[in-house]
């Protein structure tokens, strides 16, 4: 299982971004995908999950300005990252864990998002 993240860059405050990471290889029909992002001195952290029925869940700090969505046909998951903040400035990992045909729990390259003030 391989994921290729794309549409990192540099936003003002305020601005918006949208993240997509595409999974190929064996992927089984039911898992859960995600982004998650490490700030410079941080720990990785979870932004927002989906599971392949449509379940959500997001960080406290992203509730109300970024929506997570996916294309089960595309193995493609989406960050919608809408009044980005400079604290959102961080590396972004897009995740996939699934529990049969190849399970594991995959990441992606990472993309950089840097919001400036």
């Known amino acids: 299982v391989q994921l290729q993240a794309f549409g990192g860059g540099l936003v003002q405050a305020g601005g918006s971004l949208r993240l997509s990471c595409a999974a190929s290889?064996?992927?089984?029909?039911?898992?859960?995908m995600g982004w998650y992002r490490q700030a410079p001195r941080n720990q990785r952290e979870m932004v927002a999950v989906?599971?392949?029925?449509?379940?959500?869940n997001y960080a406290d700090s992203v509730k109300g300005r970024f929506t997570i969505s996916r294309d089960n046909g595309k193995n493609t998951v989406y960050l919608q990252m809408n009044n980005l903040k400079p604290d959102d400035t961080a590396v972004y990992y897009c995740?996939?864990?699934?529990?049969?045909?190849?399970?594991?729990?995959?990441w992606g390259q990472g993309t950089l998002v840097t919001v400036s003030s």
């Open positions: 995740n996939l864990v699934q529990a049969k045909w190849s399970p594991g729990n995959y």
């Open positions: 989906i599971t392949s029925n449509g379940s959500t």
């Open positions: 290889g064996f992927i089984y029909s039911t898992n859960e």
